[in-house]
């Protein structure tokens, strides 16, 4: 368990690290492209440590008890992660290092944006929200919990670096979205049309989802619905 308690805090701290002026720092000295690529394959192989050591540590008793209807609802809101992934990143991006082009060809916002301005990083917080409450131990409490902070804090430096970066461009952008999912539709700050965020991007993320849900079991040896067969 100590061995991904630490794997954890590295990760996490390996994307902390960027928002500091360490970063801007090692740029001057090495190159962007040289930076990112040495960040990436941190952050790839940080990630690898984290699901060694998770699949590593033991189990330990469970923290609260999930039962066959927790399961089932967990499934169906698994889909929410596959939209927003496919329509996060196949839809020109405000948060992207391109982000200023995707906000000079919007005047409405009625795709995934409309949604939230961080789908991908909301995929993350509801995956690993959803696998948590499924997965009532303390290694997971580390593993999932590490992985929904680390999207928590990647939107929140998004919002940072962006505003600072693109200004009034991004200030009307955030006065027309949310952070948080649905909530500027809610307020009528936003209108979500279906057709804008692309029937085949729909039809991919459901297929991904289904493909999951049949392939979970014979790839990680846990299947999403076990309890109920």
């Not at 962007?32 to 940080?46: K, T």
């Not at 060809?105 to 944006?113: E, G, L, M, P, S």
């Not at 392939?215 to 309890?227: E, K, Y």
Request: aromatic share 10%; charged share 15%.
């Amino acid at each position: 368990m100590a061995q991904l308690a630490v794997a954890s805090i590295v990760f996490i701290a390996l994307h902390i690290l960027p928002a500091l002026k360490f970063r801007e720092w090692l740029v001057k000295q090495i190159g962007d492209p040289a930076y990112m690529g040495l960040f990436s394959l941190a952050s790839v192989l940080g990630l690898a440590w984290m699901i060694y050591a998770y699949q590593a540590a033991p189990a330990g008793d469970p923290l609260w008890i999930t039962g066959p209807a927790i399961r089932w609802a967990t499934a169906v809101l698994m889909l929410f992660p596959f939209i927003f992934v496919v329509c996060g990143t196949t839809t020109k991006n405000p948060t992207s290092v391109m982000g200023k082009g995707a906000l000079k060809d919007h005047q409405k916002w009625t795709d995934i944006f409309a949604i939230t301005r961080h789908p991908v990083m909301w995929a993350i917080i509801v995956w690993a929200t959803l696998h948590l409450i499924n997965r009532p131990e303390m290694r997971s409490l580390l593993f999932f919990g590490a992985m929904g902070l680390l999207g928590l804090a990647g939107s929140v430096r998004q919002e940072v670096r962006k505003h600072k970066e693109l200004g009034p461009a991004w200030e009307k952008f955030v006065s027309q979205t949310s952070h948080v999912p649905f909530l500027a539709i809610l307020s009528g700050r936003a209108r979500l049309r279906l057709a804008d965020l692309g029937g085949w991007r729909i039809v991919t993320a459901v297929l991904l989802w289904l493909a999951t849900l049949y392939l979970h079991s014979h790839i990680l040896g846990v299947s999403p619905l076990a309890v109920l067969t």
